[in-house]
């Protein structure tokens, strides 16, 4: 199943179910009057922007290289994901803290309160799938126990958008569920005031999660040590290399990764020799590590002290 789940496929499914969490959450706002459901409103359609700038980030970064960008577009991913990340954490849990904050205040009646727990039950499941995709993305067959290890990690940084706007959407919707049956059971108008500042909190916290991972991707982060030990393990494999003493990695990309290898070969190679083995270097690490798109090898000798 893991094999099936592709970006694309996350990325756009992520995007079909913010559109309708909007639509249905938007008619029933009106028609209850709840502002949990507002705060559904205001988080669909942060969620949407949010999901429509990493859209058009991951076409732009398909882009091949050219005069001004000889490695690409790939890092144009970081600053749409960015621009997402701070849409959701300047707006979507300010306004959602706002209104409950107002509502806590000041409450009033809800209309149509099962209506609106139907919808909340609908965005709950549509934004769960979307999430799972997204989970299933980032993990690639490895251990789910490993999830917020390879959340850090990983370079997928339009998936990790997605994988923190479809579990805020998840989470919201659970959260809009439990306040409103709360106000159902105690009669409390208070609950729905709290149940959208508690949502807002919540996307607050998973906001600042996210801008921080995807700044440290911005400024320039290397590859995991896992990656780096099989890249000089891939080069180890090539008869005739005796030792690297020294290997920088840059992720310039989704699943693109820029290496500068300095490599001590046998000192008996010719020129022709040497060229031969430095291509065989380049491809031996493309098989173990796919997302090696840009290598440089650099012959050194070790330092005599």
Do not use: C
Request: proline letters at 2%; glycine letters at 8%; zero cysteines.
């Amino acid at each position: 199943m893991e094999q099936k789940v592709t970006t694309r496929k996350v990325l756009f499914t992520s995007f079909a179910v913010d559109f309708l969490d909007v639509s249905l959450s938007l008619v029933i706002a009106v028609l209850s009057g709840s502002v949990v459901m507002l705060t559904q409103v205001l988080e669909g359609v942060a969620d949407l922007a949010s999901s429509g700038f990493v859209l058009f980030g991951f076409h732009r970064a398909q882009q091949k290289e050219d005069d001004l960008h000889p490695f690409g577009y790939g890092t144009e991913i970081y600053f749409w994901s960015f621009l997402s990340a701070i849409i959701m954490f300047g707006l979507t849990s300010t306004l959602s803290f706002y209104f409950g904050f107002q509502r806590f205040i000041h409450p009033e009646t809800i209309k149509n309160l099962n209506l609106a727990l139907i919808i909340l039950v609908i965005t709950f499941f549509t934004n769960g799938y979307a999430f799972v995709l997204s989970f299933l993305r980032l993990l690639k067959k490895r251990p789910p126990k490993h999830i917020f290890r390879i959340f850090y990690r990983s370079s997928l940084a339009e998936t990790k958008t997605t994988f923190i706007l479809d579990l805020m959407g998840t989470l919201a919707s659970l959260l809009g569920i439990l306040a409103l049956m709360i106000y159902a059971i105690t009669g409390d108008l208070r609950f729905d005031g709290l149940g959208a500042m508690v949502i807002g909190i919540v996307l607050a916290i998973f906001s600042i999660f996210l801008v921080m991972g995807i700044r440290e991707l911005l400024i320039g982060k290397r590859a995991s040590p896992e990656t780096e030990l099989r890249i000089k393990e891939a080069a180890l494999d090539v008869e005739g290399v005796r030792g690297i003493l020294g290997i920088k990695t840059l992720h310039i990309g989704s699943e693109k990764l820029l290496v500068d290898l300095d490599v001590h070969m046998s000192s008996h190679l010719g020129t022709k020799e040497l060229e031969l083995m430095m291509d065989k270097i380049k491809n031996r690490i493309r098989e173990k590590v796919p997302s090696a798109r840009y290598i440089q090898v650099e012959l050194e000798t070790p330092r005599k002290d």
